[in-house]
């Protein structure tokens, strides 16, 4: 079989690294052979690419310059981690892909969609997920999680070049992930992520298990 491509998106702290562990786990005891990994990251050269991009003390950092070393990150990370996998019949659950390339460099830094769409094709070699689970809510208050969970783990708020971005830049990227749903509503599913956690990752465990039965059932049998 052919494995299940199947991506976390949202604006930080919206709680998608913290579902996506508990869906790996999830899956795991379901005796299925699930693949956890990160962008951007991934390989060692993609977390060398990756504190790069986070660190705070980078805010000359230009925007296609960003926009490049995602690309960069991403390349690798496709031909080194997530093909490979594919191709062993394994189910790839990735924390972050493109869709936070278009939302985070397209949407809220304005690059131009055409530019942002070449990039695309050349760091993903046209791979794309099969699903997105989108955890969705107000800008403002997933800064305020973000805040808090840096002061849980002893944290300096604004560690990350991000956290530091004003909150418009944070409403453009939301609005820049919905708009990649409304566009592309068969691939991207909204959850709203306002709940608790093991709320969430109950709405989240249905709507994964439902669309891998449904694809060894109908396509890959």
Do not use: W
Not at 24 to 42: N, S, V
Not at 91 to 104: K, M, S
Not at 120 to 147: C, F, N, S, W, Y
Not at 172 to 185: M, S
Request: proline letters at 4%; charged letters at 30%.
């Amino acid at each position: 079989m052919k494995g299940i491509f199947i991506t976390f998106e949202g604006i930080e702290g919206s709680g998608k690294s913290t579902q996506i562990k508990l869906l790996a786990r999830h899956l795991a005891q379901l005796g299925r052979d699930a693949l956890l990994t990160r962008e951007p990251g991934g390989t060692k050269i993609g977390e060398k690419i990756r504190s790069v991009l986070l660190d705070a003390s980078h805010q000359g950092m230009t925007p296609i310059t960003e926009l490049m070393l995602y690309a960069a990150a991403r390349r690798q990370h496709v031909e080194e981690v997530i093909e490979p996998a594919l191709r062993e019949g394994r189910i790839v659950l990735c924390d972050r892909y493109a869709d936070a390339t278009t939302a985070y460099q397209g949407a809220a830094r304005r690059i131009d969609p055409a530019l942002i769409k070449t990039v695309h094709q050349v760091a993903t070699g046209g791979l794309m997920p099969e699903l997105t689970l989108l955890l969705d809510l107000p800008a403002k208050d997933g800064l305020a999680r973000a805040i808090e969970r840096n002061a849980n783990d002893n944290t300096e708020p604004g560690h990350d070049r991000f956290e530091r971005e004003a909150i418009e830049f944070h409403e453009r990227v939301r609005a820049g992930y919905l708009a990649i749903a409304r566009e592309e509503p068969k691939r991207v599913i909204v959850v709203d992520a306002q709940g608790g956690a093991e709320e969430l990752h109950k709405k989240i465990s249905a709507i994964v298990e439902k669309h891998i039965d449904y694809v060894v059932k109908h396509h890959r049998a």
